[in-house]
């Protein structure tokens, strides 16, 4: 097993040990500019600039429908029946995505192939609900976004900053994600191929579950195994730097996106497309924007240096600081110290909830 060996691996870090640096500069930015939560006024017409407590579904939902995969937003307190009867009536039918409509790193996000699975996953939001429940929170507001899958299994971030001073937005990032995959040999099964390969042995104990009555398979010469579905780094996504491919065609693709969502100025739109070029065309699927909690995720390719992963990031936030620093100057006001401290301490709430379900959920 080489899940041990991940914490030699930077790209691997616990987020809050990687990010560090940042939460000094956050601190040295917040006395440069008098106030704790500068940084929220980066998007104006997002709660917290889209730090927490956002809805997902409000930032696509003004997009154009020829980027977005059909989805349906319902409480998560439904069941499997009430699920899958709105997935049917926007034309969804399995596979099918299903993930909170706040939520972030993966947090429930599941691709359902099949009624078992919708059940499951509807037992598992339950266990959820009732955790928040017991904690005090507002489980009765909980939304889940039930999204049509996009079949492309190339996906792009692309980082989009558009300054108030500026005559027209830039991208300062793309990484491309490499889904977890792995290619038989017609002898080796898949549980040896999962331990043999360098990416996916980092992730053996989550796969060997995920796939236990498939480990046995011996997948054929050149087959080309997808082992998971969610461009997600948590998940064994290889993430690689595809900044340098911006030009100005994409740009162009992407202003009138970007220019869609009120009050956004700065954040990563999550892509499926059958390529770069597909990509540069605007034939794609925009199946997730996130905001000022977003990052230049290109800085996590293995084969970049941790000094110049630090660089990427840490300028990055220096243009967050600047944007939001812009915005004050036209009128907007950052939430005080004391809502933004409340903000956080319902989304640690929550995340803490989702740990107690999932551990209610693996108990004997």
Avoid at 56 to 71: C, D
Avoid at 203 to 225: A, N
């Amino acid at each position: 097993m080489r899940d041990g060996r991940k914490i030699w691996q930077w790209e691997f870090w616990p987020f809050w040990a990687f990010y560090a640096p940042v939460y000094g500069q956050l601190v040295a930015s917040a006395l440069r500019n008098g106030a704790f939560a500068h940084f929220c006024c980066a998007n104006p017409g997002i709660p917290y600039g889209g730090l927490l407590e956002y809805s997902k579904n409000s930032l696509t939902r003004p997009i154009a429908k020829e980027f977005l995969p059909a989805t349906v937003e319902v409480p998560a307190s439904a069941d499997a029946a009430e699920l899958l009867r709105s997935a049917t009536e926007i034309g969804v039918s399995f596979p099918m995505i299903v993930k909170p409509d706040r939520g972030e790193r993966g947090f429930f996000v599941e691709k359902i192939d099949d009624q078992p699975a919708l059940d499951d996953y509807v037992l598992r939001m339950h266990l959820f609900l009732r955790e928040l429940d017991l904690r005090g929170l507002h489980a009765d507001k909980e939304r889940l976004l039930v999204q049509e899958y996009v079949t492309e299994r190339e996906e792009f971030g692309v980082m989009w900053v558009h300054h108030p001073d500026w005559e027209c937005g830039r991208i300062t990032s793309i990484v491309h994600k490499q889904l977890l995959s792995v290619v038989g040999d017609g002898r080796r099964s898949l549980g040896v191929l999962v331990h043999e390969d360098e990416r996916a042995a980092y992730h053996e104990s989550m796969l060997r579950e995920v796939y236990s009555e498939r480990l046995s398979e011996v997948p054929s010469s050149g087959e080309l195994v997808p082992l998971v579905e969610i461009g997600n780094h948590s998940r064994g996504a290889t993430f690689r730097n595809a900044t340098p491919l911006a030009d100005d065609a994409l740009v162009e693709t992407m202003t009138p996106l970007a220019h869609a969502i009120p009050g956004f100025s700065l954040g990563r739109f999550d892509i499926r497309a059958a390529g770069l070029d597909a990509l540069r065309s605007g034939d794609f699927k925009v199946i997730e924007v996130n905001a000022v909690n977003s990052e230049p995720a290109h800085i996590y390719d293995p084969a970049n240096r941790l000094r110049d992963a630090y660089g990427d990031l840490l300028a990055h936030w220096r243009m967050v600081e600047a944007v939001a620093k812009a915005h004050r100057r036209d009128g907007c006001t950052p939430p005080t110290f004391r809502d933004l401290r409340g903000a956080v301490g319902r989304h640690a709430a929550r995340l803490g909830a989702a740990r107690a379900a999932l551990a209610r959920e693996e108990s004997p």
